[in-house]
């Protein structure tokens, strides 16, 4: 069974960090670029980056852009998504997706294209 579970979410307060983790079991996530999306609550689901199935391409929204890295440890089959400077309006629940780079495809934060869902993660940014 392919699962994803995201982890590390928590309370922080504005400029604090966190670092979420996205652990795949039932397959291995060499083959797939992974997404990083949040929701908060009474908004769409948004994308906030994309790792390339190698590590090598990296995008982020422009929102989050020089506040959050996204890195990959695929001996682990984990993905990261560190969060620095973090705003009140970072507040959502995170998810990880996959999506197979194959055939081959550009790393893009657009949900339809994921194929794989983590439960999701709060991260509540607060004073």
């Known amino acids: 069974q392919l699962q994803l579970v995201e982890s590390g979410g928590g309370l922080v307060q504005p400029g604090g960090s966190l670092r979420l983790s996205c652990v795949a079991s039932?397959?291995?996530?060499?083959?797939?670029?992974i997404g990083w999306f949040r929701q908060a609550p009474g908004k769409e689901r948004e994308g906030v980056s994309c790792i390339s199935n190698t590590g090598g391409t990296t995008s982020y929204a422009n929102s989050v852009k020089g506040r959050f890295t996204t890195s990959r440890d695929n001996a682990k089959n984990t993905v990261y998504l560190r969060m620095n400077s973090l705003k009140p309006e970072d507040t959502a629940v995170y998810y990880c997706a996959a999506v197979k780079n194959w055939p081959p495809r550009p790393c893009i934060v657009t949900l339809n294209l994921y194929d794989y869902w983590g439960q999701g993660t709060q991260v509540t940014v607060s004073s």
């Open positions: 039932g397959f291995t996530l060499d083959s797939y670029h």
